[in-house]
């Protein structure tokens, strides 16, 4: 049964319509960050190109896990709205959708922030002559792709509702965005300011500062429980509702 249930998801991915187009958001998002860097750093040299330019990576990486959380939350409503996942439905046990959907949304979200990547690293080889590429970070930057895509799908099996959730998903994650300035240690406690310390990212590119910071097993506590309280909740409405 579970079996299958990977074996429809990995269909889905791969005819995924919905992750193109957010792909290419993610690509041309990322695009229009780097443009921004100032043209003259192009002669300092590839050390100190990369030292300036890492607060624009974080920004890439946030960025990311935002579209990343959209796709997650969208590639079930979408599937909720069309009649797709009730036709499923008919042959998978519920729990075997519910499961299978945790990895395609992980694997989804970090093919996201993976479009990012590319489209920062190709607007800096063109206006700096390049970068050199940290796997390290483009490896956090997936992770954090991937865990915004489980998110996303937390988001989605609560809301249901496909407009309200191209609303919930991203707001709910970036909330510590719009309250870092006037509640810092609140924000902290946010989830994507909980995901980026978790992940190692340099949270003062974001505008957190040092004082305000979680030390990185309180982060890593406060982005599993942030994490499990999307899934459970949307689980065990996912296995209760009716659906349409």
Do not use: K, N
Request: net charge positive; with cysteine; hydrophobic share 60%.
């Amino acid at each position: 049964m579970i079996g299958r249930a990977l074996r429809m998801q990995l269909h889905s991915l791969l005819h995924d319509v919905v992750l193109l187009w957010v792909l290419v958001a993610a690509f041309a998002m990322s695009v229009l960050v780097a443009v921004g860097v100032p043209a003259d750093l192009a002669d300092a040299p590839p050390r100190t190109r990369a030292a300036l330019t890492a607060p624009f990576g974080v920004v890439v990486a946030v960025y990311g896990a935002v579209l990343a959380a959209v796709y997650g939350s969208f590639r079930y409503t979408v599937d909720r709205r069309d009649g797709v996942l009730a036709q499923r439905l008919m042959l998978e046990r519920r729990p075997a959708a519910l499961l299978t959907r945790v990895p395609a949304a992980a694997v989804g979200g970090a093919c996201v922030s993976l479009a990012g990547v590319v489209g920062a690293y190709a607007a800096f080889g063109v206006a700096l002559g390049g970068l050199p590429l940290d796997w390290s970070t483009v490896g956090r930057m997936l992770l954090l792709g991937a865990v915004a895509g489980v998110y996303g799908l937390g988001v989605g099996l609560v809301v249901q509702t496909h407009l309200v959730a191209l609303f919930i998903a991203p707001m709910s994650l970036a909330a510590g965005l719009l309250v870092v300035a006037v509640w810092p240690t609140t924000a902290a406690h946010l989830p994507l300011f909980a995901l980026l310390e978790a992940l190692g990212f340099d949270v003062s590119a974001a505008g957190l500062a040092p004082t305000h910071r979680l030390d990185r097993p309180v982060a890593v506590l406060v982005s599993a429980g942030w994490m499990l309280i999307g899934l459970l909740g949307g689980g065990i409405l996912f296995l209760v509702r009716d659906l349409p």
